[in-house]
């Protein structure tokens, strides 16, 4: 780099093409030839940019605010939705209990009536079994009467009370 200034320097001396190493100097005809034609060529060229550039940023505000809206739409769609399933949920769960109220009640009835109809049936078989009973002992005691009272015949009976015994039984017969 150094032989490249000496060079430079050299051949500034002699009168002919050259390199400026005064910055100063060189820069700013530099400096204000670029901004030049920059403004020259490339004020058509940024202005179209700029106008693109602002035309897309209106269409994407132009459609973040109609998402917004269809957002806010739908927003209140489904929390219409959610306050009638709420209110459908509500009414579900009322009637359901009323019905397990009356499901409830008629167990309960129908429970009861079994119980009656169960003591009922026990009593009634209580009543059969007792007078079975009653009347089988009944029977032994008759047959045990007349079992007693045919041994006390047989040996406190003697003919003549026997033939009595029979006269009686054939008048009684024979009057009916």
């Given at each position: 780099m150094e032989?490249?200034?000496?060079l430079a320097a050299e051949t500034a001396e002699r009168g002919g093409f050259g390199l400026n190493l005064d910055l100063l100097e060189s820069n700013i005809i530099n400096l204000a030839i670029i901004i030049g034609v920059l403004l020259y060529f490339g004020r058509g060229v940024l202005g179209k940019t700029l106008s693109e550039r602002r035309?897309?940023?209106?269409?994407?505000?132009?459609?973040a605010e109609q998402r917004k809206q269809q957002a806010a739409a739908a927003l209140a769609d489904q929390q219409q939705k959610l306050a009638q399933a709420q209110t459908e949920a509500a009414r579900i769960r009322t009637e359901a209990e009323g019905r397990a109220e009356a499901v409830r009640g008629e167990v309960l009835?129908?429970?009861q009536e079994d119980i009656e109809r169960m003591r009922a049936s026990a009593a009634q078989d209580l009543n059969t079994q007792q007078e079975k009973i009653i009347g089988e002992v009944r029977q032994r005691i008759?047959?045990?009467?007349?079992?007693?009272?045919?041994?006390q015949l047989r040996s406190g009976l003697?003919?003549?009370?026997?033939?009595?015994?029979?006269?009686?039984?054939?008048?009684?017969?024979?009057?009916?």
């Open positions: 032989s490249f200034i000496l035309s897309k940023i209106e269409a994407a505000i132009k459609d009835a129908q429970a008759a047959a045990l009467a007349v079992q007693q009272a045919e041994s003697n003919a003549d009370t026997q033939q009595q015994l029979i006269d009686r039984s054939i008048a009684t017969m024979g009057g009916s």
